[in-house]
């Protein structure tokens, strides 16, 4: 069982940045792949970026490509996401997910667990 825990998220400028935090629990953490998604509403929740429980491997939607950067701090049980040169588009709520034995999957059937969310509101 993993419980996940979302934070950071705010209102920032366009061109701003933000680093979102997903606290971990779970003493089989560092077994998990992680991702991050976003949704708006009325639209499915899309994929933003992930990271193998092994750390070596990341995935990131074009979108977001050379923008946003994912990674892991095992030691705290935490996976980040750092966001620069916000856009109004990224505005949505963020979502952090863990996937056993995940190798930075990007597909939202493979995450077993979620957390809460986080609202990222970017103002132009």
């Known amino acids: 069982q993993v419980q996940l825990v979302e934070s950071g998220g705010g209102l920032v400028q366009a061109g701003g940045s933000l680093r979102l935090s997903c606290a971990a629990s779970?003493?089989?953490?560092?077994?998990?792949?992680m991702g991050w998604f976003r949704q708006t509403p009325g639209k499915e929740r899309e994929f933003v970026a992930s990271?193998?429980?092994?750390?070596?491997?990341?995935n990131y939607a074009d979108s977001v490509k050379g923008r946003f950067t994912i990674s892991r701090d095992i030691a705290k049980n935490t996976v980040y996401l750092e966001m620069n040169s916000l856009a109004p588009e990224d505005t949505a709520v963020y979502y952090c997910?863990?996937?056993?034995?995940?190798?930075?999957?990007?597909?939202?059937?493979?995450?077993?667990?979620w957390g809460q969310g986080t609202q990222v509101t970017v103002s132009s």
């Open positions: 779970g003493r089989t953490f560092t077994r998990y792949g």
């Open positions: 997910a863990a996937a056993w034995l995940g190798r930075a999957t990007m597909s939202k059937s493979s995450y077993s667990y």
């Open positions: 990271i193998a429980w092994t750390g070596g491997i990341t």
